[in-house]
C-alpha cells in the first residue's frame, strides 16, 4: 500500500559527491534514493509509519545527516507530506521507476476547493491520457518552509521525452490559467526539479 505520509530530506552536496552520498545513503525498506539531475542534490523519500512519534523521527534522520556532513555544503532541508489523491498511483509503498519529479506550487488558501476541482479536469486528465507518466501522487505540506502542493511523479523514458508532455500548447494554457487563479504572488514557491535513481540502488 502506498504511504500516505511522506518525508522528503534534500541533502545539498559538494561537486561531484552525488553517488559517493547516495551510495552511503543507500535504500532501505520504507525509504528510496534519488540523484538531481544537474547532480547538486540528493533526495530521500521516506515513508512514514501513521503514528511515528517526533522522538523516533529525530533518532532516525539526525545520526544520518551528521555521518555524511563531509559530503554537504549545507544543511539537509526537509519537508513533511500529506498524500491527497492521485490520478495515477502505485501499489508499492514509494514511487520504483527509474526517474521522478517533484512539481511543486503554493495555492491561494481562499482558492483550494476551486483549485483542487479544476486540476481535476485539467491537470489530471492531461496525466491520464499520457503513457510518458506512470506515477503521479499529489500531496500537500504539513511541514515545511516552502508550504503548498507538491506533485511526485514517477516515470521511465528518457527525461526529455516525458517533458514533452509538459511543453504542450495544451499545458502551457493550464499554466496561464493556474497562474491567473489560484497560484500565490512571485515564483519562490514555484518549481520543477528531475532526479533519477542509481542502478545499483534499484529503481
Not at 554537504?72 to 521522478?100: C, H, M, N, Q, W
Not at 491567473?180 to 535513481?197: H, V
Amino acid at each position: 500500500m502506498p504511504s500516505q505520509t511522506l518525508l522528503i530530506s534534500r541533502y545539498p552536496v559538494k561537486p561531484d559527491q552525488a553517488e559517493v552520498l547516495a551510495t552511503k545513503l543507500g535504500r532501505g525498506e520504507a525509504s528510496c534514493i534519488f540523484v538531481s539531475l544537474d547532480g547538486a542534490e540528493v533526495i530521500e523519500l521516506r515513508a512514514l509509519e501513521g503514528k511515528l512519534e517526533l522522538s523516533a523521527l529525530t533518532a532516525k534522520t539526525m545520526p544520518v545527516a551528521q555521518s555524511v556532513a563531509e559530503n554537504l555544503v549545507g544543511d539537509v532541508r526537509r519537508e513533511l507530506l500529506s498524500f491527497v489523491e492521485a490520478p495515477k498511483d502505485i501499489d508499492t509503498l514509494l514511487p520504483e521507476t527509474p526517474y521522478i519529479q517533484l512539481r511543486h506550487v503554493e495555492v491561494k488558501p481562499e482558492a483550494m476547493g476551486g483549485y483542487r476541482q479544476w486540476r481535476e479536469e485539467t491537470i489530471f486528465d492531461l496525466v491520464r491520457r499520457a503513457d510518458e507518466v506512470q506515477v503521479f501522487r499529489a500531496y500537500h505540506s504539513i511541514v515545511s518552509g516552502q508550504p503548498g502542493v507538491m506533485f511526485i511523479s514517477g516515470f521511465s523514458v528518457d527525461p526529455e521525452s516525458y517533458n514533452a508532455v509538459f511543453a504542450s500548447d495544451r499545458y502551457r494554457e493550464i499554466v496561464r490559467q493556474a497562474g491567473a487563479r489560484y497560484i500565490t504572488g512571485g515564483s519562490e514557491g514555484l518549481y520543477t526539479k528531475t532526479y533519477r535513481a542509481l542502478p545499483h540502488l534499484g529503481a
